[in-house]
T-cell receptor
Framework: SQELEQSPQSLIVQEGKNLTINCTSS?????LYWYKQKYGEGLIFLMM???GGEEKSHEKITAKLDEKKQQSSLHITASQPSHAGIYLC????????????WGAGTKLIIKP | DSGVTQTPKHLITATGQRVTLRCSPR?????VYWYQQSLDQGLQFLIH???????AKGNILERFSAQQFPDLHSELNLSSLELGDSALYFC????????????FGAGTRLSVL
């Protein structure tokens, strides 16, 4: 069962548009990762957030972790075809005993 | 290239058989994590080793076992294979045993026929 809820499950956006993907936990987290995966390939690290209220940016991607450390968003500005893929959030719940849990992923398609 | 090497890339075998998947972590990384990714279950954590010792166990079946050797490479052994074991198996490595960045290998695609 997924303890990290990702939304939406899939997203089709016009190239150049902005988009947001969300990741929500029912438990407080030590921290959270965002990864990107091309179909059938390995996961590529994007960002790691550990502090409540933290925000990080890399190129056109910004990720935030809320103050309660239960919700994160990934925002892409001016989307490009290279942004297409599956975005996964992974996290360490505070009671997890070092068991990392993962969201089901958000499939992003960019329309030219 | 993440620096994590997994072999083989593809594996096709029959039900009831046993296979071994191999993972070489990034140079200097002491932690190795194994994951299973299937269409219906998503990415599932199996097991974590740190410097040769088991640190955490996730949804790993009793038919599966793993170990990390003194040179820090790791092997995941899957036995009495069933059709439902068909999946992508990923290995990831990190420097420490806490919340470090995990670097993923390209995966081994296992098909059980």
């Amino acid at each position: 069962s997924q303890e990290l809820e990702q939304s939406p499950q899939s997203l089709i956006v016009q190239e150049g548009k902005n988009l947001t993907i969300n990741c929500t936990s029912s438990k407080t987290l030590y921290g959270l990762y965002w990864y990107k995966q091309k179909y059938g390939e390995g996961l590529i690290f994007l960002m790691m957030l550990q502090k409540g209220g933290e925000e990080k940016s890399h190129e056109k991607i910004t990720a935030k972790l809320d103050e309660k450390k239960q919700q994160s968003s990934l925002h892409i500005t001016a989307s490009q075809p290279s942004h297409a893929g599956i975005y996964l959030c992974g996290a360490w719940p505070m009671d997890s005993n070092y068991q990392l849990i993962w969201g089901a992923g958000t499939k992003l398609i960019i329309k030219p | 290239d993440s620096g994590v090497t997994q072999t083989p890339k593809h594996l096709i075998t029959a039900t009831g058989q046993r296979v071994t998947l191999r993972c070489s972590p990034r140079s200097g990384d002491l932690s190795v994590y194994w994951y299973q990714q299937s269409l219906d279950q998503g990415l599932q954590f199996l097991i974590h080793y740190y410097n040769g010792e088991e640190r955490a166990k996730g949804n790993i079946l009793e038919r599966f076992s793993a170990q990390q050797f003194p040179d820090l490479h790791s092997e995941l052994n899957l036995s009495s294979l069933e059709l439902g074991d068909s999946a992508l198996y990923f290995c990831a490595s990190s420097g420490g045993q806490g919340m470090d960045i995990q670097y993923f290998g390209a995966g081994t695609r296992l098909s059980v026929l």
